[in-house]
């Protein structure tokens, strides 16, 4: 059986919390010290899905404005975009928007419409005893005005919703699925994956 490469990013405002959804999937580990992104990092996880073995590339990257410049064929071919805000801060959901156009610019995807976005309102866990800010109901609504949009409240820190989202998400991003036949493509994505990467079966 033939692995699926998935690639997919995660955009959003600095500090809303994507480094710690990474890490919080891949690791099941969360810190609560700041270190932000500088431009990108991946993480590689493999999984079984669908009876499919797929291998997801995930690129975590940097929300400060700062370390934006991202080339355009850093996006493109991505399979699912992740958009991340924090559901205690109005301005990171206000973003949110721009971050989406964003990706469709440079993406260029065929479809813009139809191309598989996730929304995750992250730090839920967050109580100070005061009314949320970014209220369910606003995000439900942005995400019925984009298509409909998968939405995700998360906490990173309470283990809340991570893994449900991350597994909505690599669906998502199988319906752009490729073989991985294209090794030089691959490989310079990838630079550390070895050689030869073995066809293997699925085993879940
Ligand atoms: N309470 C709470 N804090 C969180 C949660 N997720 C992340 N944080 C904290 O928020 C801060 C920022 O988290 P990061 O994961 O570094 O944010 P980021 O979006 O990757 O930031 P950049 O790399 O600057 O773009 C850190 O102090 C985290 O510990 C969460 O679910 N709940």
């Not at 090794?183 to 310079?188: A, D, F, G, L």
Request: with cysteine.
């Amino acid at each position: 059986m033939e692995k699926t490469k998935l690639k997919i990013i995660l955009l959003g405002d600095s500090g809303v919390g994507k480094t710690s959804l990474l890490k919080r999937y891949n690791d099941k580990d969360f810190k609560q010290l700041h270190n932000s992104t500088i431009y990108v990092d991946l993480v590689t996880k493999e999984i079984c899905i669908a009876e499919r073995q797929v291998i997801l590339q995930i690129w975590d990257t940097a929300g400060q404005e700062r370390f934006k410049s991202l080339p355009s064929r850093f996006y493109r071919d991505t399979d699912c975009c992740v958009l991340v805000y924090d559901v205690n801060t109005l301005k990171t959901f206000e973003s949110i928007d721009n971050w989406h156009d964003e990706f469709i610019k440079q993406a260029n995807p065929e479809t813009p419409t139809k191309f598989p976005f996730v929304l995750m309102g992250n730090k839920t866990d967050v109580n100070n005893g005061k009314p949320r800010v970014v209220a369910k109901e606003i995000a439900d609504q942005w995400c019925g005005s984009k298509g409909n949009i998968v939405y995700f409240e998360t906490s990173a820190k309470a283990k809340i919703n991570v893994e449900e989202a991350f597994l909505e998400i690599a669906k998502k991003a199988l319906t752009n699925e490729r073989q991985i036949d294209d090794m030089e493509r691959y490989r310079s994505v990838v630079p550390t994956i070895e050689k030869e990467t073995p066809r293997s079966r699925c085993s879940c």
